[in-house]
């Protein structure tokens, strides 16, 4: 209103100064200067009419206040002529069988000329009203049973603590604020989720409720080989019952028992700045920088997985890297990689038996600092580019404004919120989907009894490890391949930004976790809210009748940022039935120096290559399809030669092939060349009334899932066998309860779970299956992974989709859709009853975030131990 206030002044105000100083003859000057007046004036009237007629009338008239979809009924039909015409070229009939004849006598004629926009008006069922939008209501659930999955109370974890601590355990604990070195604490406490046989009891029938255990998980540093190790302690609560024992019933090394490479690394990272502090004089020669104990302007970054030779001994590399004290608070370390490289001998706890083996610079291996500090006074001894930080690496706005971009964006908001969320039980309900989550140390969200029209398809779907695996012409990117359950998924996930993550208009829900002595609760960690897909998910113009459905999806959505990365996780829920598991990534990549990786990376600043890896990240999918029974099947397209009774000749053509997963023996598959295989879990006990067994289709959806590049890796091992392929099938057990183990990465020669011992030969048609895939991508960064790596590629998901599980298409429910009938002489609009409101929205674009804490609150501590 205000512009157009402002438009009518300007007219006006030209045409009032036309008025005070008419045209004359006197000269030219003045009639150019009242010629110029008058076309003022009538430029400015008539956009003046035009606004009004555009902008001030649709604004204050019932027919513009309705939502667009008379509009569109009115636009298409005045395109008629031109779709129907379009529409007889092709020979395709239509469905209903109509005559395009009759189309086509009716694409000019009085129907088309007397059509008006009251006539379409009229025909809606619904007046609309003018409002402000309340915010959108909260409709708060209750589960329908007490979620078995929901993680320990805080209380729960106290009384495990001191439990732990008491001397009857047998684990000597110290509490983790004072240990020592040479000390064991406990790093974690958490749930160990129930058997599926316990909690089918309890949900599907009237069962108990399953006992309840913790994991606990101790860093043992009292002895000479410091490791970790997994204890389970129950049936909770605490009482005379409760034992505290090793957990191995699903670790199938036998043991969680793992060395911890890592628990002396305060004490090396102290050695390490020690020893660099000898050879000062190399790195300010060569890198412009330096490691001491005092005031460093490097940093060093290790490999992982650690290097086991032959003999026994723990090598590990590290990198010299740019501290990055001039970038603010940018964060920038995994840009500056300096083209430094040492090689340490670390076997051991003693730092007296600690070794530089050698120093490698410039493509060159010098076994001493000695030899290199000689060479770099040689003639012809190559120096390599400086590390420095450049604007392309920060993440600040920068570069010309675009045009209109201040402007707000378009913005989702509703008047109601459209899903139920009983937040104490973590249980949510949306339109024909209902399903528990779980939340924990490795791997963060698991969604748990996943029930679509009353039946569970889903006892269970969520992450269970992440590999990203590096390649590059030095040894700090050729011996990286992170496993990130390791460093931990729960402890990454961070406060949501509300308007950028999510909708500031989602529900948002807090995660807790038992660490360190502590609890610690995340607020606003997990966000569900409804989307709009962007596109129908159905529509249909046929001669007499439109249709066209809304494609709404329900969204559960978390990120964690594990060191350099950003991982958003998505489930979304769509009214086809189907679930969409999706992972996008952003973040700083863990570039490479850039001397010598032209094999492994494109050179991307003056300093730096994209060093190629591969994500794999592997989930768990245990569907259970009109009960737990299911098998796997293959409906491959293949190409064939057939002659048919109806014709003397073969023809070339195609069919399919079906073929039922026997046993795990043929388990493991990869997404078929040119999309050339269903792949579903079908239920054989339950055909359809036209004999189809009803199923879940599970193929790939945004992105390509990839599986890992390399074979038989030399860093990962077997603690990556879950990376080979992009989908496997195993039969359920409650011994295989995880594919990895967070200590897997400690010795990947023998991992405490390895993924390939799953395979055992075991039947799989008609038993309770689990599949595992991996999403992912093959990621050779380019200079738009500067400053961070962007989600519209960086992504991968699956969808998993009815497949003949329902006789028709259940989108035809949702009152989300309309049915325009262009068959009369008035256009006829079904609007299904949905509410016609419309009012004027209180969007936020940008709220306050003043009360924004990314990481953890440490909300209370845990019981100290006593005397120990
Ligand atoms: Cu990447």
């Known amino acids: 209103m205000a512009t157009f206030i402002s438009f009518s002044y300007k007219a006006f105000a030209n045409c009032a100064t036309l ?20 076309l003022n004036c009538l430029v400015s009237v008539l956009i003046f009419v035009s606004y009004f007629v555009v902008t001030v009338i649709p604004a204050t008239t019932p027919y513009i206040e309705r939502t667009g979809e008379d509009r569109h009924a009115y636009s298409m039909h005045s395109r008629e002529a031109r779709e129907r015409q379009a529409f007889s070229l092709h020979s395709r009939t239509p469905s209903d069988g109509s005559d395009p004849q009759s189309i086509r006598s009716r694409s000019t004629g009085k129907e088309i000329t007397t059509f008006s926009v009251r006539n379409a008006f009229a025909s809606t069922v619904n007046v609309p009203r003018e409002g402000t939008c309340p915010a959108p209501i909260a409709l708060v659930g209750k589960a329908p049973k007490k979620n078995i999955w929901a993680g320990l109370t805080n209380q729960e974890a106290k009384a495990i603590l001191a439990y732990v601590y008491g001397s009857n355990s047998g684990l000597n604990l110290t509490t983790y604020e004072k240990k020592g070195l040479w000390d064991n604490y406990v790093y974690l406490i958490e ?80 050695w390490t700045s020690q020893l660099c502090e000898q050879f000062q004089d190399i790195t300010l020669a060569l890198l412009g920088t330096y490691i001491n104990t005092t005031n460093a302007t490097s940093i060093l970054q290790g490999i992982d997985p650690l290097w086991w030779e032959e003999d026994g001994r723990v090598i590990e590399w590290v990198q010299f890297r740019l501290r990055a004290t001039n970038t603010g608070s940018y964060s920038t370390g995994t840009l500056l990689p300096q083209g430094l490289y040492l090689k340490l001998d670390i076997t051991g706890r003693d730092p007296a038996g600690w070794k530089l083996l050698g120093l490698y610079y410039g493509g060159v291996y010098y076994e001493t600092v000695e030899d290199l500090r000689a060479a770099i006074s040689e003639p012809g001894f190559v120096r390599t580019e400086k590390a420095e930080v450049t604007q392309s690496m920060l993440t600040n706005r920068t570069g010309k404004a675009l045009p209109y971009d201040a402007e707000a964006p378009p913005i989702q908001t509703q008047r109601q919120k459209r899903w139920t969320l009983d937040k104490k039980e973590k249980y949510v309900k949306w339109m024909d989907f209902a399903f528990y989550w779980g939340f924990n140390n490795d791997i963060a969200v698991t969604l748990y009894d996943i029930k679509y029209k009353g039946e569970r398809i889903f006892y269970q779907l969520g992450l269970e490890e992440a590999l990203a695996h590096y390649a590059g012409s030095d040894p700090k990117s050729s011996q990286t391949a992170f496993l990130d359950s390791y460093y931990g998924f729960g402890p990454s996930t961070y406060q949501l930004v509300k308007g950028y993550d999510c909708p500031w208009n989602a529900d948002y829900a807090d995660t807790v976790l038992h660490t360190q002595d502590v609890t610690v609760t995340t607020k606003d960690s997990i966000c569900f809210f409804e989307s709009d897909a962007g596109f129908p998910i159905q529509r249909h113009t046929s001669p ?21 990365y950003d991982y958003l996780f998505n489930y979304a829920f769509l009214l086809d039935g189907s679930v969409e598991v999706t992972v996008r990534a952003s973040g700083h990549i863990q570039s490479a120096y850039y001397y010598g990786n032209e094999e492994y990376g494109y050179k991307i600043q003056k300093h730096l290559s994209g060093s190629m890896h591969d994500h794999v990240l592997a989930f768990k999918a245990d569907l259970d399809i009109k009960g737990s029974n299911n098998s796997f ?49 079908i239920n054989k006990d339950t055909p359809n009334i036209w004999g189809e ?56 020669r023998d991992p405490v779970i390895n993924f390939s011992k799953f395979f055992d030969g075991e039947s799989l048609e008609q038993e309770d ?47 989300q859709q309309i049915e325009i009938d262009v068959a009369g002489e008035e256009v006829k609009i079904d609007h299904n009853g949905k509410k016609p ?12 975030y003043t009360r924004y804490i990314p990481y953890g609150d440490t909300e209370s501590k845990l019981p100290e131990c006593e005397g120990c």
């Open 19 to 38: 008025q005070r100083e008419p045209l004359t003859h006197a000269g030219l000057l003045v009639a150019q200067t009242g010629m110029a007046r008058l």
């Open 191 to 270: 749930q160990i989720m129930p058997n599926k046989t316990d909690a089918l009891a309890y949900i599907d029938s009237d069962g108990p409720l399953p006992d309840r255990y913790a994991r606990v998980a101790v860093s043992f540093g009292v002895v000479e080989d410091p490791y970790y190790e997994d204890y389970i302690v129950g049936p909770l609560p605490i009482s005379n019952k409760t034992k505290v024992e090793p957990l191995t019933y699903f670790h199938n090394k036998g043991s969680s028992k793992q060395y911890n490479y890592r628990h002396d690394d305060d004490l090396r990272s102290l």
């Open 544 to 564: 007499l009748l439109v249709s066209v459905t809304k494609n709404i999806a329900f969204n559960m959505r978390y990120v964690s940022t594990v060191g350099n």
């Open 633 to 681: 099947e293959t409906t491959s397209f293949v190409p064939a030669t057939v002659k048919y009774p109806w014709d003397q000749t073969e023809r070339k053509t195609m069919k399919i092939e079906r073929s039922i997963l026997e046993t795990e023996d043929d388990a493991k598959i990869n997404w078929a060349p040119n999309g050339a295989n269903i792949y579903t879990v």
């Open 693 to 748: 067994y009803p199923g879940y289709r599970i193929a790939p959806g945004h992105g390509t899932p990839i599986h890992s590049t390399v074979v038989d890796s030399s860093s990962v091992k077997d603690a990556a066998n879950f990376a080979t392929h992009h989908l496997y099938v195993t039969k359920q057990k409650d011994t295989e309860q995880r594919l990895s183990h967070s200590s897997n990465n400690m010795d990947p």
């Open 769 to 815: 299956i689990v599949l595992w895939f991996n999403l992912g991508m093959h990621h050779l960064p380019h200079t738009g992974d500067l400053p961070t790596t962007l989600m519209s590629t960086a992504q991968s998901s699956v969808i998993f989709s009815p497949h003949n599980y329902l006789l028709s298409d259940p989108t035809r429910q949702t009152v």
């Open 837 to 848: 409101d419309v009012c004027s929205a209180s969007l936020v674009v940008d709220g306050d």
